[in-house]
């Protein structure tokens, strides 16, 4: 009997020392899959920094961070392409955030602030302080928008964003949360207030209705410095929150009754994380108009590429939409150079064949 109880639990310290070696790969993979998007992503920005319609050598940009010597090459690096990439790495993060948070509460992989209507939601909110509140206006000389009250469009931006999220879980709770109900909730509210906002185009005057469709394009390079310092506060404070609670999201990940039975407060944690990625939408789409599927091929990309824990799911869907993002604003700025596209048109280029891809498999079984 000795022999065989030995054997037996020598067997069993082989398979637990293989499960715990396995496991330390597996941590040591993602953590080099993080740090190579990080890399990836700070390469882009150097790029960046030494691409775009004015012409300025990368030893000039350099320069231009220790010495004002050269004043073209300053003010294209400080008020030009500096905000631009910093909009697009802090704009993605926060976007990607929102997307990862819907599609764990909400158990609905193709969820994200474009597809479930939250952003056309908060744009029209924002639309609503443009031309009520005059809080944008047309400068004719560079044909751009300029926000003249930045915070009074976040705000009706966030008001937006937050009716439509309130409707969408009061659905969910409705139907179960069911994939289904999520995706139709979303079809609707996106008519709607784009509905909404055709009919606030029909009413405003030529300039406000220019001004309501090219801030709708999506464009980083409307960003100041003012608005970045709080673009990032934002998204740095529900990064936090988001990844204090990321064994809660592990836990409704295994349903609402395992969660419940873990000491998770399900209904807390759901309302608190859908506010902030309410907050995380309505401010960059305040500040840079509607950038589209960032929030949706983020997550999806990271998830089949390092699972589903929260640990590393929320800060490599954050890093990964920075990259998608900075990526897709520096394609738009050098593919037609001078010529400058708009960044959403990029993004949906990255996320349509996706969204087509998760339906063609059955998000529902994701």
């Not at 054997?7 to 993602?30: A, F």
């Not at 954050?318 to 700025?333: H, K, Q, V």
Request: charge should be positive.
């Amino acid at each position: 009997m000795m022999p065989k109880n030995k054997g037996h639990q020598d067997l069993e310290e082989m398979n637990r020392n293989k499960s715990i070696t396995l496991y330390k790969n597996r941590v040591r993979r993602n953590k080099l899959i993080i740090l190579t998007f990080i890399a990836s992503t700070v390469i882009i920005a150097f790029y960046a920094l030494n691409k775009g319609a004015a012409p300025t050598a990368f030893i000039e940009i350099i320069n231009a961070f220790f010495h004002s010597n050269d004043e073209l090459a300053a003010i294209v690096l400080w008020n030009i392409r500096m905000p631009r990439i910093l909009a697009g790495i802090f704009a993605g993060a926060g976007l990607a955030l929102a997307g990862c948070v819907m599609q764990t509460n909400l158990r609905n992989p193709l969820a994200s602030p474009s597809t479930l209507g939250i952003s056309g939601a908060a744009a029209f909110g924002a639309n609503i302080a443009i031309v009520f509140f005059n809080a944008g206006v047309v400068r004719n000389s560079s044909e751009a928008v300029m926000i003249s009250n930045p915070y009074l469009v976040t705000i009706c931006a966030f008001v937006g964003a937050v009716i439509a999220m309130f409707f969408i879980l009061l659905i969910a709770r409705i139907k179960s949360f069911s994939p289904e109900s999520i995706v139709l909730a979303g079809v609707a509210f996106s008519s709607l207030f784009s509905a909404g906002s055709t009919l606030i185009q029909y009413f405003a005057s030529d300039y406000q209705v220019a001004a309501m469709v090219f801030w709708t394009f999506g464009d980083l390079g409307r960003i100041s410095w003012s608005e970045l310092k709080l673009l990032f506060l934002v998204t740095a404070a529900a990064c936090v929150y988001v990844f204090f609670h990321r064994w809660d999201y592990n836990a409704i990940d295994s349903g609402e009754e395992s969660a419940r039975s873990l000491g998770v407060d399900v209904s807390k944690v759901r309302f608190e994380s859908m506010f902030a990625a309410s907050l995380l939408t309505a401010i960059s789409v305040s500040f840079m108009g509607i950038i589209g599927f960032v929030g949706l091929v983020a997550p999806q990309m990271m998830k089949r590429l390092l699972g589903a824990d929260h640990r590393f799911l929320i800060p490599a869907s954050a890093i990964m939409g920075s990259f998608l993002l900075l990526l897709s604003d520096t394609i738009a700025r050098t593919l037609l150079s001078p010529v400058v596209l708009p960044v959403g048109v990029i993004t949906s280029f990255f996320g349509a064949p996706l969204f087509l891809f998760l339906l063609v498999r059955g998000y529902s079984k994701t």
